[in-house]
Every structure is written in structure tokens, then in C-alpha cells.
């Protein structure tokens, strides 16, 4: 009679192989219950329970009050176990019958993949699997829907590791499609902006998302066509409106489509240009007046900026729409001089109030081989999956950041990577709609703006005098404090050529 033991593997089993097999390949599992026993054993099982009675309630107070810390340091983890045991494992066997993802041996055993273990972020499973000889990652991705109904997931994707392991990825929830996310409310007052917290929109734990302009820097943001890049410059530029208006933020637009998405708010812009060639003209103007701001504060002495400290001494905001159309379709030579220019506003300028915010649709290198020195980047829905990791860096989309899979109907949604967070956290930007931005124009270009009364020097104690003898030779250095930086003066009449950190 034919054989129809099921195996995950090739060998004959017996009772005690199968036990040392479960053990060798399970040893958190295992060495946790038997941890439990052998401390219900020695302290009393009543104990043990009142223990871990007092930890259950300690964690859903924690998971309450503070879901996102919560999930970091042991949600995830929880999670991962508890769906490994009652959901992954438990319908294994079914689903990779039904997907037709079994074989069978010469000996009439029926094999079955490996599910090796189980990763869980807020919004994605991650299932390792080790494929069976003679399967190819192909025979998965030709079931990926079926694979992603029977786990009652949204959508299911594949990664191959290495050779022979694989990652099933299971949506299971998309946060964005019951939170709203509410247009924050436009600041009126310039006490109320604050640079390192710029509100625009939603994490995926329905917390308010901010950009930081102080500690974040210069921003990237990688997006398909309509995935909603608009609503995130936007809606920067509307949380900074009060500064804006009075002239403490200086906005540089260069939107070489021209002026498709930037072109109804000329009014706010300090400078803006709509082609290639006035793109280059303004870049180099921008290069030119925070050089020569360098020179002038190194001259005075002054080794800080402070955000707003001085009239003189705006924020100036570079901003970018499509940096393919100034990097990659343009005439070589403007390419090769805007390349170099941004690199330099990149590199240099960060302690004099610089800061770029650029926008493009391939986060290619050849488009922007200057991407390592953006120290923030965001990724919207993108066109490919492997232009997530060149958008967020090397295995952002390993960790979780499916950029790619962000559907259509989403836009304004993206992935971003934060420093000392291994997983990266998905956010929404809200709609900035026409009106939203009508609004912006009139408030920030109203006449009746307020005058501001900056501190001079004497209030600020620059010494003018000592730093005229101090010449402008002096080294970079930036503090970690999160509104004030020292002064970066650089001796730079040579070109900076060499600034492709990709
Ligand atoms: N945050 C958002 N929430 C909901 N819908 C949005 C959001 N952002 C944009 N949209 C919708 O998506 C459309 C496309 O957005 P947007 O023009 O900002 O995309 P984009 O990435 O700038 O595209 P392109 O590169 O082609 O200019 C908008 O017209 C709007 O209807």
C-alpha cells in the first residue's frame, strides 16, 4: 500500500529523531516552557502564576498607554511567536497542499517546505521559508494570491534570501484605511512653529508625524508619479507658514517641470524657476549667498546659527520637485554643475541655515548620486522593489519597508527609517488640496504681517571684533543641541567634486 506519511524533510523518522528535531529547531520555544516549568517546579505554581498574572497585566498597560514603545521592545516579538504557533504553523500543512507547494519521494512520502521562522512588524508578517529540491521561488510567486487568502491577508509578496529560503511577506493590516489623517491645523503664530517639529501628517499608530528640519536635515522624498510628493512639501511648507510670513524661512523652488506643482504659490518664494537652465541659475545663486554668509559669519565670529536668531540670517529652504530633470534630462554640462552645487548646499551649509528638500521619482544613482547626504529619506509608493532600498537604504525593504506594495489608492503613504529604529515606520502625509495652499498664500503673503525685532548682535554677545582677527579658516564642528548649531567654515575656493556619498 502506498505511503502517505507527510514529512518536511527527506529523512525516516522516529519518535525520539522527531522529539531532537523539534528541539534543535526550536530552542526559544522550547527553552521558554521548559524555563516555566522548571520555575513553576522550584518557586510553586501558584507563585508562578500570580508572577506571570502581574507581568500580563503590566504589558497590556504598557500596550495601552504606549502601543508603539510596547510594540517595539516586545510586541513584535509576542507576536511573532503567537502567529508562528496559531496561525503560520498551525495551517501549514493545508495551505501548501491546497497551493500545490508539496512533493512527493520516490519512497512515497509526501515532503513538505519548511517554514523556518516567523517576523513580525505592525502592518507585515514576515514567513521564512526553505523551499523543497526542485522549487524555485517562481512556483511561490505563481500562488502568491491564493498563499495570501488562506492567511486571510491583504496582499502577499516574496523575497528570495539565499538559495533556497525565501520570504513569504503577509500584509495583514493597513492603518491608513481607518485612520484619517487630518490636515493639521496651520500655525498662526511664528511661537508656534517649531523647526524640529513640523506636523504633516500620521504614523501608522495614528500618532502625530512631524518633520524635523533641525536634527533631520536635508530631506529626500521617493515617489512615483502621483504618490503624493505634493502633499508632503506642501504640507512642510504649511507648518512653517508664520516664518515664511515674516521672512524668517526663505523659500528657493527650483520646479524644472515648469512650475507644475510649485508654480500657484510663486508669491511665497524668495526665488523660483521653472526650467533647467533658470534651475542652475538658482542653485548657484543659493550656493553663492550661503558661501558668502559663511565668510560673513566666520568674519564676525559668530560660530552659531540659531533657527530665526537673526534677520539677516534666515532659514533657506532649497527645494527640488523632479531632480531627474536637472540631474538626468538636461544637457551634460548643466547636469555635472547642479550636481556639484547641491552637493555642496548638502554638505556645507547645514550650520548657516541651509537646509534642500528634493523630490524625485527614481531614487536611482543616476539621478541623484548625492543621496547619501540626505540624512532623511522618505519613500512613498515606488515603481520597483528595488529602488526601496536605493531610496531608504541598504535593506530597508528587508525590514519591513515595502514601498513598492503601497497600493495606488494610497497616495501621500511612505515608508521612512529612523536612526536607532531597526524597523522602519509607515506614515501618511495628509491632502493638501488646492484650498489648503490658497489658504497658505494669503496668510503668509498677507501685508499684514508682523515686524519682527530680532536681536541684534550685542543681544546674542557675537563679538565682532575678535572674529575679525579670526580670519575664516576655521574647522566644522556641529553640536548636538537640538536648535543651535556652531558655525561650519570651510575654506572652500576649490570646487567640492567629490561629494558622491551614494
Ligand atoms: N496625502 C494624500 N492623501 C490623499 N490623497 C492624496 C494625498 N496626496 C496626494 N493625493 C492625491 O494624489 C494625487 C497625486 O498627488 P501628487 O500630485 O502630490 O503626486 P506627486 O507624487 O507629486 O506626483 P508627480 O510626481 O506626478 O507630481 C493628488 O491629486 C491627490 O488627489
Given amino acids: 500500500m502506498r505511503d502517505t506519511r507527510v514529512t518536511a524533510g527527506e529523512t525516516e523518522r522516529t519518535p525520539a529523531r522527531l522529539l531532537l528535531r523539534f528541539l534543535a529547531r526550536h530552542p526559544r520555544s522550547v527553552g521558554t516552557l521548559a524555563a516555566v516549568t522548571i520555575t513553576g517546579a522550584y518557586v510553586g505554581f501558584h507563585v508562578m502564576l500570580i508572577g506571570a498574572g502581574a507581568t500580563m497585566a503590566a504589558g497590556a498597560s504598557w500596550a495601552v498607554l504606549d502601543r508603539p514603545t510596547f510594540d517595539r521592545f516586545a510586541g513584535r516579538w509576542l507576536r511573532a511567536w503567537w502567529r508562528r504557533w496559531l496561525t503560520y504553523h498551525r495551517k501549514w500543512q493545508r495551505v501548501v497542499f491546497s497551493c500545490g507547494l508539496v512533493q512527493s519521494s520516490p519512497k512515497g512520502d509526501t515532503r513538505l517546505p519548511r517554514l523556518v521562522s516567523v517576523r513580525s512588524a505592525w502592518c507585515w508578517d514576515s514567513v521564512r521559508v526553505r523551499l523543497l529540491d526542485g522549487q524555485t521561488p517562481a512556483d511561490y510567486e505563481a500562488v502568491l494570491d491564493r498563499l495570501a487568502s488562506s492567511y486571510n491577508a491583504r496582499r502577499a509578496t516574496l523575497r528570495t534570501l539565499k538559495p533556497q529560503v525565501i520570504s513569504l511577506d503577509f500584509q495583514r493590516r493597513e492603518p491608513f484605511d481607518v485612520l484619517l489623517t487630518p490636515l493639521p491645523e496651520m500655525p498662526r503664530e511664528e511661537h508656534a512653529v517649531d523647526l524640529?517639529?513640523?506636523?504633516?501628517?500620521?504614523?501608522?499608530?495614528?500618532?502625530?508625524?512631524?518633520?524635523?528640519?533641525?536634527?533631520?536635515?536635508?530631506?529626500?522624498?521617493?515617489?512615483?508619479?502621483?504618490?503624493?510628493?505634493?502633499?508632503?512639501?506642501?504640507?512642510?511648507?504649511?507648518?512653517?507658514?508664520?516664518?515664511?510670513?515674516?521672512?524668517?524661512?526663505?523659500?528657493?523652488?527650483?520646479?524644472?517641470?515648469?512650475?507644475m506643482e510649485f508654480g500657484q504659490g510663486a508669491e511665497l518664494f524668495h526665488r523660483l524657476a521653472t526650467d533647467d537652465q533658470s534651475g542652475l541659475d538658482l542653485a548657484r545663486e543659493y550656493v553663492d549667498t550661503l558661501d558668502a554668509r559663511k565668510t560673513e559669519m566666520g568674519r564676525q565670529g559668530r560660530r552659531?546659527?540659531?533657527?530665526?536668531?537673526?534677520?539677516?540670517?534666515?532659514?533657506?529652504?532649497?527645494?527640488?520637485?523632479?531632480?531627474?530633470?536637472?540631474?538626468?534630462?538636461?544637457?551634460?554640462?548643466?547636469?555635472?554643475?547642479?550636481?556639484?552645487?547641491?552637493?555642496?548646499?548638502?554638505?556645507?551649509?547645514?550650520?548657516?541655515?541651509?537646509?534642500?528638500?528634493?523630490?524625485?521619482?527614481?531614487?536611482?544613482?543616476?539621478?541623484?548620486?548625492?543621496?547619501?547626504?540626505?540624512?532623511?529619506?522618505?519613500?512613498?509608493?515606488?515603481?520597483?522593489?528595488?529602488?526601496?532600498?536605493?531610496?531608504?537604504?541598504?535593506?530597508?525593504?528587508?525590514?519591513?519597508?515595502?514601498?513598492?506594495?503601497?497600493?495606488?489608492?494610497?497616495?501621500?503613504?511612505?515608508?521612512?527609517?529612523?536612526?536607532?529604529?531597526?524597523?522602519?515606520?509607515?506614515?501618511?502625509?495628509?491632502?493638501?488640496?488646492?484650498?489648503?495652499?490658497?489658504?497658505?498664500?494669503?496668510?503668509?503673503?498677507?501685508?499684514?504681517?508682523?515686524?519682527?525685532?530680532?536681536?541684534?548682535?550685542?543681544?546674542?554677545?557675537?563679538?565682532?571684533?575678535?572674529?575679525?582677527?579670526t580670519g575664516t579658516e576655521q574647522t566644522a564642528t556641529v553640536t548636538d543641541s537640538s536648535d543651535i548649531e556652531h558655525i561650519e567654515v570651510i575654506d572652500d575656493g576649490e570646487d567640492d567634486d567629490d561629494f558622491d556619498a551614494a
Fill in 304 to 469: 552659531t546659527w540659531t533657527p530665526g536668531d537673526s534677520a539677516d540670517y534666515p532659514l533657506d529652504l532649497l527645494i527640488i520637485d523632479e531632480l531627474a530633470s536637472m540631474t538626468e534630462y538636461t544637457d551634460r554640462d548643466i547636469s555635472r554643475e547642479f550636481e556639484r552645487l547641491l552637493s555642496k548646499a548638502l554638505a556645507q551649509f547645514r550650520a548657516v541655515g541651509g537646509r534642500v528638500v528634493a523630490a524625485t521619482q527614481e531614487p536611482t544613482k543616476d539621478v541623484i548620486p548625492m543621496r547619501g547626504l540626505f540624512p532623511t529619506k522618505v519613500a512613498l509608493r515606488l515603481e520597483e522593489a528595488s529602488y526601496v532600498d536605493m531610496a531608504l537604504g541598504e535593506g530597508a525593504r528587508d525590514r519591513g519597508a515595502f514601498a513598492d506594495q503601497i497600493p495606488d489608492y494610497m497616495p501621500g503613504v511612505a515608508y521612512l527609517t529612523r536612526e536607532g529604529h531597526r524597523e522602519p515606520l509607515r506614515v501618511r502625509a495628509a491632502y493638501t488640496s488646492d484650498e489648503d495652499i490658497t489658504e497658505l498664500l494669503r496668510f503668509a503673503t498677507s501685508t499684514e504681517a508682523t515686524v519682527l525685532n530680532f536681536p541684534t548682535d550685542t543681544d546674542t554677545g557675537s563679538n565682532t571684533d575678535s572674529a575679525e582677527a
Fill in 196 to 259: 524640529s517639529r513640523l506636523p504633516i501628517g500620521q504614523d501608522e499608530y495614528g500618532r502625530e508625524f512631524a518633520l524635523n528640519l533641525v536634527d533631520g536635515l536635508h530631506h529626500l522624498f521617493a515617489g512615483a508619479t502621483g504618490a503624493g510628493k505634493g502633499s508632503w512639501m506642501w504640507g512642510l511648507l504649511r507648518a512653517l507658514a508664520p516664518w515664511i510670513r515674516s521672512g524668517r524661512v526663505r523659500l528657493w523652488v527650483l520646479d524644472p517641470k515648469g512650475g
